[in-house]
């Protein structure tokens, strides 16, 4: 994708005499839009450690950059189009009002001298359900000491983002393994190449039951909590919250030292967890403090149950097996990465799990060690006449997520 002057990287170190250098992004669109001409005046962002850059494109989808700095950038750029423009550049019929979202993502790029940087896009409809929040992290127990950690107040939440009601029941979360380096390279016993096309690894996949229809029957705007513990812990500390209140809960069948559940909060249904040996169990939602969380909500008519499992590359034998889920079937996806030693060293992209055309990006919290009580909360895009928030999708969590130690379950920021 890059002419031969530009380099992919992950960090770069230069000193005061490195020019700046001159720089085109070249848009490139998708294959099926073979009726698009007008490529001008897409928004282009470019964001370093130290500076965010936006330019716009011409007729022929290309973006002059002069007197760069030479840093390592995220390139992104994302466009919400209607379904009558998608039909019209893509000749196919499309049912439905849903909009579609125009994007491309190049992360981590190092950008040190002239050339042209061609930006692949793809364009997703709009999803109904989308992930609204997802609280990963721990924070400190006052109640136990300063050097402890509050960890069962982790939450998922759902949100409807369309202007009409939809039924969550059915629908699955699934939790990706967090075990085995770089999402793309990692392998799963027993293949042996770089990566399984159209295939995700599930440590953990949870399902939202439809025996509650009044439950799972949300509104434009409404919300759905799937919590680990439901119970208020809002005086714990400054960041837990009161889950008492959640719709669905993972319930905990531990005989030792069990997650406290309430009985007056219906279970969600665990189909599959990796970690069931003959010692212990994890039944709640296994969200790892710090990253990487990488997660997805998915629906099919099959029994997942069937599904395959593989064990982890190199390992016959070990006790743990994950789910392959294709990725055909996913509705939204969000990768939560952890960072390095230290916050200035950014997230560690090697633990990337989603393909692109589920999460062209990535977020992450900014505590390293995930015990600050961060969550990452979608950003509100818009807020209709009659007060109903529409969250951003741009199918990026780079663009999509802020981290937040405030937001409260079932609200989100004002635009």
Known sequence: MLCAALLLGSCMDMDDTTPPVNTIVQLVKPSNFVNMTDLSGMTITLQSSIETITVTTD???????TELAP???????????????YEQYTGETVGGNQDFVLSGTLNQLVINQN???SLPLSAFMLQTIIIGKVYPSTSMDPE???????????????????DKETDAGGLYIGLLESEMGNGYNYKVYPYDQAYTPGILHMKQVFRIPTNMPEKTKMAPGATLLLVNSAFDYSDRNIFESDLSGADYEAKDLSITNPVPNNADVPALELIHTAYKTSQSTIYNMNLMEGGPTSLVIFSTDEDVSQWKTVRPYGAPTLDRFYMEVPTDCVIDGVDILKHRNNIEAGANINEKRLFGDIDAGFCSVNATNGSAGERLVRKTQSVTADGRKI?????????DFECSTTISPRNYLEP
């Open 391 to 399: 969250l951003k999708d741009t199918n990026n969590s780079a663009n």
């Open 71 to 85: 840093n390592t950038y995220d390139i992104t750029m994302s466009a919400t189009i209607s379904h009558q423009q």
């Open 59 to 65: 007729a022929q989808g290309k973006a002059n950059l």
């Open 144 to 162: 136990v000491g300063s050097s402890s950690k509050f960890t069962i107040g982790k939450y998922i939440e759902l949100y409807n983002n369309s």
């Open 115 to 117: 050339g042209t940087i």
